[in-house]
């Protein structure tokens, strides 16, 4: 969900057919408003995959997250069961943290990294950049960034030109 900015459904049912591991995609199909889109795999996201691949049961089921324990193991985990333990390790480390908030850190870290609001956009699978931008916090980092870049570009264009003194 972090590095993908997926949505905590999209994670629910999510294919073993809709990753492609050589490429480091994956396919996620009827989105939001029913949208296909392509979200792209991390280093860190490709390893933690790979890893839980090598360890998850071989089973019929096409789900790619399977429940581990109890009286439902080997079924798909539904999207209650991920939010359950997202709740779960979140009052065990006592942060303030839902499966939204991995979406919203990807979209912050992005612009933060400057990643194009239009790139954050399409990896979300949002229809309008007013909904991408509401997603972005921008810290005062990238705000201050940004202004002394632009500064630099400003100044360069006035020096060299005799008309603007």
């Given at each position: 969900m972090l590095r993908c900015g997926l949505r905590v459904e999209e994670v629910a049912h999510l294919c073993?057919?809709?990753i492609d591991l050589k490429r480091r995609i994956l396919l996620i199909q009827d989105g939001k408003?029913?949208?296909?889109?392509?979200v792209y795999l991390s280093n860190d996201a490709l390893h933690a995959l790979l890893e839980y691949l090598g360890v998850r049961p071989?089973?019929?089921?096409?789900?790619?997250?399977?429940?581990?324990k109890g009286p439902l193991s080997g079924q798909p985990l539904s999207i209650r069961g991920i939010q359950k333990r997202m709740e779960y390790y979140a009052r065990k480390t006592n942060l303030r943290i839902s499966c939204h908030h991995l979406r919203h850190t990807m979209a912050t870290q992005?612009?933060?990294a400057d990643a194009d609001l239009s790139t954050i956009q399409d990896l979300l699978g949002h229809n309008s950049i007013r909904t991408t931008q509401r997603y972005c916090r921008v810290s005062?980092?990238?705000?201050?960034?940004?202004?002394?870049?632009?500064?630099?570009?400003?100044?360069?264009?006035?020096?060299?030109?005799?008309?603007?003194?």
């Open positions: 073993l057919s809709h408003g029913a949208k296909d889109r392509i071989a089973n019929k089921v096409r789900r790619v997250f399977l429940v581990e992005m612009l933060n005062n980092l990238k705000v201050q960034r940004d202004y002394y870049k632009a500064m630099e570009v400003i100044m360069q264009r006035t020096v060299g030109n005799p008309n603007n003194p």
